[in-house]
């Protein structure tokens, strides 16, 4: 009987507490990235290159190897991925490793350097390489911190519903529109006609929409209906009903999407910045011995 | 007259459902009100919008009534008129579309919805309408665009820049592409090669080789050069700075050795597969380290080479003398000075050229020879003069000097006689004119108040203008003259008028020839003798021992005694007290011959080396002290080329160091 409860257990808890790629077992591959950034700062510390540090000393080659060889399998994680398999080098250690051992980058190659930079190929390589760093770390804290959000704004609601409900509400604004005058039936059609997922990059990353047909409509017509008196049935009030509907639907819809940008636009640097890296830190390395 | 209105709906599967109906009368009215004839349900149509209506058969007029257009033939007109029964039309009302024909004679309206009513209900990808995939360019096309954008512009061009000026002289200025490879600016010697990657990249992947520096440095004729040919060699006229001339080359092979340790021959390997050979120039000589000066040769070089130098030269069969050197507190080889080994008496140089007052070279027609100073040196310069009595403040000279020199110190010092170069480096010789006549008085006779004095070098004018002195020739002994009286009188111009006066007087009482005052004058303790030592014979008759003094001695290693102002102090009863003693023994050298150098230990009492490496008990005060602050690897008459530099920004520490050292 035990040995058939135990196995159970063993696989609750298994399952039951979670192991993401940066705590993979117990920060493995940080412990190991960290201590590799030890030896190369002890190494650079103990060795006194003359007349000063380079990247073409004998510590600066290895120190160089090593990172190109990081940059190459670093870069594979892209092909990883898309195959996964579990245990030992499952995609998730893949993945540990690929943040730790990138973060160690940071030091190899600054090291490598010897912290002589100028308007080259040298440190152009350098500078890619920095910034894939950097939008990766970018990346990873967004992934930290937005998944809640994302799930909060949503409140259970799918895309496929957000985009039902604007669907909705169009419509009924257009029926109830129907009996308005040109005037306010063309500011209902502009709210209309307006693309709910348009605004461009800058306005779906801040969530900042100045040009909102929706809300511009309607604080046209509560402009104008201000002094107007209250009649009852007026198709104007019903109108403003569903603006300010149509509103906070877009509002839920635009912090979606919001969210979701900042999630996905640091891979639109990583990926494309790591080819521009890769080709300069070719041309980085063929220069070094074309002109040996 | 009727018009047959066909309202066509579409199912979600898309199939059409159309309804008719039909209006009788001559005109139809199209707008978004219910009461319109053709309602639509459109809020880009006025509620009254436009009117269709038949004046005549076969002409149908279509005519705004809201003052907002309408979509005819893909213009917005207000006004349109077709022929149903021929042409036909189609009209455009916001999102609607009205087809206009003719259907057995009734004038038909097909109207239909073309566009969806609101944005949000058109047809969209949810999965990428979420996503940022149309607002930024795809990954995949930046990716592909950066790499031939970088591959191009960083390493097409720079290979195209070089094949294009490959084997050319001087590259015509402008913008190349291969400067984008440049990983540091040049020193400020090579500046004007910025522009020029190809005058030291000669070839591509071959590493820069020593043909490419010689292409500038011409002066390569010390390649195969040995210390002494070496010394020879250098002086003022030197073409240029030097490719080779510190060792010859089959000497500096072997002295590198192979690599000892693990680290050493992994070097060594890459450096053989890689096509990197050893001994190049760039090997010291790095660029591409920042603009400015080149920076200093670092001692870590010199002991690559120098520690263990003497075995690995012995091994390979080298008979050489030069010892092994890791840093001058630890470990150098004793001073070897250049000294005198004795004039070539056989084939003796004439005077006249060794004369230095005529512009002669003192040191010609004497052997020289390189001595290991292990202990205190020998060397016969010619004179007969010994420190000890000259410095002594109790003894006659002292005496001597202080009736002289009234309040100049209790007794002579070294600077009475020796006189710094001008530079400052090192002494001039010592002239008999100068420093020891004013003791050593040459006076033979007064003349009118001028004292008559011998001429000092001219041994065969001494001899005449004694023979002179006695007028006629007749013969003539100084008898009864103390023979002290003439040949070391007192000094002073009383003395000189003085023994003047006595030799004439002599003379007058005692004529002959002057045979006997020659003799005498030139005797061991007489006026020449006392100094130097003297043959008679030759065709002068008599003949002077040559009288050299070296000026240098160290000629691999530099001294500058300017640096060493420092070590000046006074005596506790303010008499001055040159520092010279406390490195030049003289006060206790009683020999002429003694050579007067410090020795090595005497150095390293002060200099302890690049990093203070020193032997403890030996020092008295630090001075971090590297190769290069006596030495340069390619080594000429001047300075080494560290101390050329010094208080200037860039001077490394060390030598900033030296010049701030104050000694107690």
Redesign the interface.
């Known amino acids: 009987m035990l040995m058939v409860k135990n196995p159970a257990r063993s696989r609750r808890q298994r399952t039951s507490s979670h192991d993401g790629f940066l705590q993979y077992r117990n920060f493995r591959w940080a412990k190991i990235a960290a201590a590799i950034c030890v030896a190369a700062i002890a190494a650079y510390l103990m060795i006194?290159v003359?007349?000063?540090p380079?990247?073409?000393s004998?510590e600066g080659?290895i120190l160089g190897t090593i990172g190109a060889l990081l940059i190459l399998w670093l870069t594979l994680l892209g092909v990883r991925k898309r195959a996964m398999t579990p245990g030992r080098w499952s995609l998730k250690a893949w993945t540990s490793a690929h943040v730790y051992l990138g973060l160690s980058l940071i030091v190899i190659a600054t090291l490598h350097t010897g912290f002589?930079f100028?308007?080259?190929?040298?440190t152009?390589a350098y500078a890619l390489m920095m910034l894939v760093i950097a939008s990766g770390i970018w990346g990873i804290s967004m992934y930290g911190a937005l998944p809640k959000a994302l799930s909060d704004n949503r409140e259970m609601m799918t895309?496929?519903q957000m985009?039902e409900a604007?669907?909705s509400i169009?419509?009924q604004?257009?029926?109830a529109?129907?009996?308005?005058?040109?005037h306010h039936?063309?500011l209902?059609?502009s709210s209309?006609?307006?693309?709910?997922?348009g605004g461009?990059?800058w306005a779906?990353l801040t969530g900042r929409y100045r040009r909102c047909a929706t809300r511009a409509a309607q604080a046209e017509l509560r402009r104008e209906g201000a002094f107007r008196p209250k009649l009852a049935d007026d198709p104007l009030e019903r109108i403003d009903t569903l603006l300010e509907r149509k509103g906070a639907i877009l509002h839920r819809v635009r912090r979606?999407?919001r969210l979701?940008?900042l999630l996905?636009?640091w891979?639109?640097v990583h990926?494309?910045?790591?080819?521009?890296l890769?080709?300069?830190l070719?041309?980085h390395i063929?220069?070094v011995?074309?002109?040996? | 007259m009727s018009f047959k209105i066909i309202t066509i709906a579409r199912t979600s599967e898309g199939r059409e459902i159309p309804r008719e109906k039909l209006v009788e009368g001559n005109e139809v009215g199209v707008g978004?009100?219910s009461e319109n004839d053709i309602h639509l349900?459109d809020?880009?149509v006025?509620?009254r919008h436009a009117v269709i209506s038949e004046p005549a058969p076969g002409r149908l007029v279509i005519e705004s009534i809201?003052g907002?257009g309408f979509g005819f033939d893909g213009r917005t007109v207000m006004r349109a008129e077709i022929d149903p029964a021929s042409a036909g039309g189609e009209l455009r009302f916001g999102s609607h579309r009205l087809k206009l024909g003719t259907d057995d004679g009734t004038i038909t309206v097909t109207v239909e919805r073309v566009e969806a009513?609101?944005?949000?209900?058109e047809e969209?990808d949810?999965q990428t309408?979420?996503?940022?995939r149309g607002?930024?360019?795809g990954?995949r096309v930046?990716?592909?665009?950066?790499?031939a954008?970088?591959?191009a512009a960083?390493?097409a061009w720079?290979?195209y820049t070089?094949a294009s000026a490959h084997g050319e002289k001087i590259r015509p200025a402008g913008v190349h592409g291969?400067?984008?490879?440049?990983?540091?600016?040049l020193s400020k010697a090579h500046a004007n090669l910025e522009n020029d990657?190809q005058a030291c990249?000669v070839d591509?992947?071959?590493?820069?080789r020593d043909n490419a520096c010689e292409a500038c440095h011409t002066d390569v004729h010390g390649r195969d050069a040995t210390g002494l040919e070496r010394v020879a060699m250098n002086g003022p006229g030197r073409p240029g700075p030097a490719a080779y001339d510190h060792a010859p080359e089959k000497l500096l092979a072997v002295a590198r050795g192979g690599p000892q340790d693990f680290?050493g021959r992994v070097?060594a390997f890459?450096k053989r597969t890689?096509?990197?050979p050893e001994g190049r120039c760039v090997d010291c000589h790095?660029e591409h380290?920042?603009a400015g000066p080149m920076?200093?040769t670092?001692q870590?070089?010199c002991a690559d080479c120098h520690n263990g130098l003497q075995g690995r030269l012995q091994s390979a069969g080298f008979n050489s003398a030069i010892g092994s050197a890791t840093d001058f507190g630890l470990q150098h080889p004793e001073f070897k000075p250049l000294i005198l080994a004795g004039f070539d008496g056989t084939h003796p140089v004439p005077f006249a050229k060794r004369d230095a007052r005529a512009g002669g070279n003192p040191l010609l027609g004497w052997r020289m020879q390189r001595t290991v100073m292990s202990g205190p040196i020998q060397m016969q310069n010619g004179l007969k003069f010994t420190h000890a009595q000259h410095l002594s403040t109790t003894n006659g000279v002292a005496e001597m000097w202080r009736n002289v020199s009234p309040g100049q110190g209790p007794g002579m010092d070294c600077q009475d006689c020796h006189k710094t170069d001008p530079s400052g480096t090192r002494y001039q010789p010592v002239r008999m004119e100068t420093a020891c006549q004013s003791c050593h008085s040459l006076g033979l006779q007064t003349v009118g108040g001028t004292v008559r004095q011998l001429p000092h070098g001219e041994p065969a004018q001494v001899i005449a203008d004694i023979r002179a002195f006695y007028g006629s020739g007749g013969s003539f002994r100084p008898t009864g003259l103390p023979v002290a009286r003439y040949t070391r009188s007192r000094p002073g111009e009383v003395n000189a008028e003085r023994r003047s006066a006595d030799l004439a007087r002599a003379a007058a009482l005692l004529p002959g020839k002057g045979d006997a005052l020659i003799r005498a004058t030139f005797a061991p303790g007489g006026v020449c003798g006392e100094c130097h030592t003297v043959s008679m014979g030759g065709p002068d008759g008599v003949r002077i021992a040559p009288v050299a003094q070296p000026t240098r001695y160290l000629r691999n290693g530099w001294f500058d005694h300017r640096a060493h102002d420092n070590l000046d102090v006074r005596g506790t009863d303010g008499a001055r007290r040159w520092g010279c003693r406390d490195c030049h023994a003289a006060e206790n050298s009683n020999a002429a011959s003694d050579l007067l150098l410090p020795t090595l230990a005497t150095c390293q009492a002060c200099h302890t080396g690049e990093n203070g490496a020193h032997k403890a008990a030996l020092v008295r005060s630090g001075t971090a002290s590297s190769c290069a602050m006596c030495h340069d690897y390619h080594a000429d008459e001047g300075a080494p080329w560290v101390l050329k530099r010094k208080g200037k920004k860039t001077a490394p520490a060390n030598q900033v160091a030296m010049l701030q050292v104050r000694w107690r």
């Open positions: 006194d003359q007349p000063r380079n990247g073409g004998a080659y002589q100028g308007w080259n190929v040298h152009l895309e496929t985009l604007l669907r169009d419509r604004l257009h029926d529109a129907q009996p308005l005058d040109q039936a063309d209902v059609q209309l006609e307006q693309d709910p997922f461009g990059l779906r979606h999407l979701k940008a996905e636009v891979l639109y990926v494309p910045v790591t080819f521009a890769i080709s300069a070719s041309a063929v220069s011995f074309f002109y040996w | 978004r009100l349900a809020l880009a006025e509620p809201s907002l009513l609101s944005d949000s209900a969209k949810q309408v979420f996503t940022l607002l930024m360019p990954k930046s990716a592909y665009t950066f790499l954008l970088i591959l960083f390493l720079p290979i070089y291969d400067k984008s490879w440049e990983s540091g600016p990657c990249h591509a992947f071959v590493a820069v680290g070097k890459f890689f096509n990197k790095t380290e920042g920076p200093a670092q870590a070089f």
